[in-house]
């Protein structure tokens, strides 16, 4: 049989994360609650490898960059510098936010 009621030292948070701009960004979404994470420093960097993760999904769609076209548009960086030019243009477009829920 489960006991319900409250746990001591037990926090749940909640995340949004989205894309920016023309789609939409963290107004259209809904909260996604994070019953297994223990701090805020955790729940953000969920929210953020998500949001990371919905970019790269739309990669070379709608405007989007891809690192196949960085590539393609810069043929005498390194991967270093491709990596730098993706990760600067994926988080111009990246939204995401973490709460402690009360």
Known sequence: MMLIGKMENYTMFKVKYAIAGGFGGLD?????????????????????????????????????????????????YDEKDIDDLYNEAMDSWIDYVAEEVI
């Open 28 to 76: 259209n979404v809904d909260w996604e609650t994070l019953e297994w994470c223990n701090n805020i420093k955790d729940a953000t960097e969920y929210a953020e490898e998500a949001a990371k993760d919905l970019y790269e999904s739309y990669g070379g769609m709608h405007g989007l960059e891809s690192w196949e076209s960085l590539r393609e548009e810069y043929p005498d």
